[in-house]
């Protein structure tokens, strides 16, 4: 048997107790416990342990330990259980004890992965520029499932995010000086998709936000880029091939067509030379 000799209160820890022990050669220190266990357990001294009765105790505070593990993991922001899974096994805690862990933090409401879909787009909507997809994709690859997500979704409406998108765009500035209104609209618009908004809200917003410059501006523009292509396709092709190049590019760089096709008129004339 084990007999119970001392208990003391550990010096860095007021909640963990050393409990001091003879095995039949004296006293020596045997193990620690949570005062938690101590109490439930009624730990005291003059307490006769067998070996199992000592495995169970020390088996109950190693479940004790997992479970401030998960609450100081807590402290700090709600959790997804994922999260909390993936924290717990870093930690090398045993996989018994991490079941019993989640399952009691889930029936105290501690861990709810509905709660924390919706916490989680609320406080993201508020303070960060993302759009739904995003979202969807971060809780996702936080383990949270999918019907949650959804209702999560369901409170961060179209019209909020239209309002977000329209906030944001007014505050990107104007366009470079040698860059075609619709060039930078769409320059916009490939920002706002990797943010996680979709295309008929993004549409929606720059609809609603006015990108008019003078007609000159998108000459200059136009006349710039125009050079830039002139010296790539001039050696290479000549004629109708020629235009049909520059056509194309100066297309893809968002010009409309009465422009372009102005401007290679022009330059036909040598009017641009």
């Not at 067998?50 to 997992?66: A, F």
């Not at 805690?93 to 787009?121: G, P």
């Not at 999918?146 to 239209?162: C, P, S, V």
Request: net charge neutral; proline share 1%.
């Amino acid at each position: 048997m084990i007999t119970i000799t001392k208990i003391s209160v550990q010096k860095r820890s007021k909640e963990r107790y050393n409990i001091f022990v003879d095995r039949g050669n004296g006293e020596e220190y045997g193990f620690s416990v949570d005062e938690d266990i101590l109490i439930k357990l009624g730990l005291k001294k003059g307490l006769e342990l067998n070996e199992e009765e000592l495995t169970e105790i020390l088996d109950k505070d190693e479940e004790k330990k997992t479970h401030h593990l998960a609450i100081h993991f807590l402290s700090y922001r709600m959790r997804s259980i994922t999260e909390m899974t993936d924290y717990l096994k870093k930690k090398e805690r045993e996989q018994k004890h991490i079941e019993v862990v989640l399952s009691k933090l889930i029936e105290q409401n501690l861990l709810n992965d509905e709660m924390f879909a919706k916490a989680y787009i609320e406080s993201k909507k508020l303070t960060l520029m993302k759009g739904p997809l995003k979202l969807k994709q971060e809780l996702n690859q936080k383990g949270v499932g999918r019907e949650h997500i959804d209702l999560g979704l369901a409170t961060f409406t179209e019209e909020e995010q239209i309002d977000k998108v329209i906030k944001w765009l007014d505050k990107q500035g104007n366009r470079k000086p040698k860059q075609s209104v619709s060039a930078f609209k769409q320059k916009l618009a490939t920002q706002l998709m990797g943010k996680g908004f979709t295309r008929p809200v993004i549409e929606t917003a720059l609809n609603e936000v006015s990108f008019e410059v003078e007609p000159s501006e998108e000459w200059e523009a136009l006349t710039f880029q125009a050079e830039k292509l002139e010296r790539k396709y001039r050696s290479k092709y000549e004629g109708w091939q020629y235009k049909q190049r520059m056509k194309q590019a100066l297309y893809q760089k968002g010009f409309s067509v009465e422009m372009i096709t102005s401007y290679l008129s022009k330059s036909d004339d040598g009017e641009l030379e």
